[in-house]
């Protein structure tokens, strides 16, 4: 388990780039095995998550290279020309939620499947009961057994798919189905994330006949085979709110380059309430807080363009030390809630029932050694650390490394105090 060693109390001041989102390129990396061609994705950052579905294409017979690009970020080639096997097991599966996205396009191309129940964060129960009724409505073969799903899409055909709830990774899922099946497929009530949009772009771009994501409904006409692309994915949305929240708590003039405002609309409504200073530019977003912030108010999660669940987390940080009190609801993971135990040893003040939340906001909160939940419960106690009192210890932040790559030196580069410290290494003498 590596740590990380804060030393709050600093300001954040400069410009930080956004990375490609993690949620774009999972699911694009699901989309790669369906094309019988090369693949290049540009500016890929080795987010764990990306690594472990690298993993999971090379087990299927498919080769990933990393190349040229900066320390972080590299072109990644993918080439699944070669592709063999069509089983994902569970010691791949295990690692991350996106390797059930491998189900739609593995059936794709090679019409049966075996994948294994995914893993993932830890934030609620998390079935794949819509994935799976939505194959069964293109006329895939299901059987769930013995933690794997077997699909036989052998009898495939375009239909109308009607998810029980907007769903990302089944309407990614159905998307990837519907490209190899004759005539037309059409998706209602599917997710209408950006994610959702750049996996139509990403497929499209491969020679796919995709329409309508981002809306109400998605209309996949069938392909008889795609072809080899370059891709970049669109900026990481959480990973921006991230940084702007970290803005609104402790900025002077942090700049984001590479964000889409438009990603971000509720979480920067939000933020204008705080006190900060907001700046727009093309593609940066500048922000500052020069005093203590006032309370947001009240954000409850949505599906898109809802309040992001992704960034409920970091809001408790915010929260934490704004002036006033905040209500935060979560009304799509049941239990992503457990950075807040985490929280309260920092000297948070933190009342919740049954997903509703009140938080009183302090004028000061403390270090202390806490133990990192999940990727963005990691990510609120990161931004809770930059601004407590004295030193935090944040144990377990390989988490954090699934969905975001090298923060502890972005926000270095910024100004903030915070090392990793990896497992072998004692935590004294760090400074
Ligand atoms: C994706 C994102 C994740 C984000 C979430 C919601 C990726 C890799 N992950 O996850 O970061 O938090 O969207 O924005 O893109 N559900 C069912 N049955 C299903 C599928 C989902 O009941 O078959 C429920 C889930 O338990 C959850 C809700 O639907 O309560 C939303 O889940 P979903 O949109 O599928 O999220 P993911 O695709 O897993």
């Known amino acids: 388990m590596d740590s990380f060693y804060i030393n709050g109390g600093q300001h954040l001041k400069g410009e930080v780039e956004i990375d490609p989102a993690k949620n774009s390129l999972l699911p694009i990396l699901a989309g790669c095995i369906l094309v019988n061609d090369e693949i290049l994705l540009e500016n890929v950052p080795k987010y764990s998550d990306v690594l472990f579905m690298c993993k999971i294409i090379e087990h299927l017979g498919g080769t990933t290279k990393f190349v040229n690009g900066n320390f972080t ?12 096997y069509s089983d994902v097991p569970n010691e791949l599966a295990c690692h ?48 769930d057994k013995n933690g794997y799903i077997y699909a036989d899409a052998s009898k495939l055909k375009a239909n109308d798919v009607m998810l029980s709830f907007p769903s990302v990774g089944a309407t990614e899922n159905m998307m990837m189905l519907g490209v190899f099946a004759e005539g037309e497929s059409r998706i209602f009530n599917p997710a209408k994330e950006p994610e959702i949009v750049d996996l139509q772009n990403f497929l499209n771009s491969c020679g796919a006949k995709i329409t309508g994501a981002g809306s109400n409904l998605i209309i996949i006409k069938g392909v008889k085979s795609l072809h080899g692309t370059k891709y ?33 609309q509720e979480l920067l409504t939000k933020l204008s309430k705080t006190a900060c200073n907001l700046k727009y530019f093309d593609d940066k977003i500048m922000i500052s807080s020069s005093k203590r912030p006032q309370s947001f108010g009240e954000i409850e999660t949505a599906v898109y363009p809802g309040f992001p669940t992704d960034l409920q987390a970091p809001m408790f940080a915010l929260a934490s030390i704004s002036d006033g009190y905040s209500l935060i609801i979560e009304n799509l993971f049941e239990s992503r809630f457990k950075h807040i135990g985490e929280l309260l040893k920092m000297g948070c003040d933190i009342r919740c029932k049954n997903g509703v939340c009140i938080v009183k906001g302090k004028e000061k909160i403390y270090g202390a050694e806490v133990f990192c939940p999940d990727l963005r419960g990691g990510a609120c106690l990161v931004l809770a650390g930059l601004v407590a009192e004295g030193y935090t210890t944040i144990n377990n932040v390989e988490l954090i490394d699934r969905g975001y790559y090298h923060l502890e030196d972005k926000l270095a580069l910024l100004g903030a105090s915070i090392k990793r410290i990896k497992c072998e290494k004692k935590v004294d003498n760090c400074f």
């Open 73 to 84: 970020n590299q072109d990644l080639y993918i080439d699944c020309r070669d592709l063999i």
């Open 96 to 143: 991350v939620r996106s390797s059930i996205f491998t189900l739609g396009s593995i059936l794709g191309r090679k019409k049966i499947a075996k994948v294994s129940y995914p893993g993932g964060c830890d934030i609620g129960l998390r079935p794949i009961d819509i994935h799976l009724n939505g194959l069964k409505q293109m006329g895939c073969k299901v059987v």
């Open 232 to 264: 970049k994915a669109i900026s990481d949305r959480i990973e921006a709110g991230t940084f702007l929240i970290a803005g609104a708590m402790c900025g002077e003039e942090l700049i984001l380059k590479n964000v889409n405002k438009s990603h971000n």
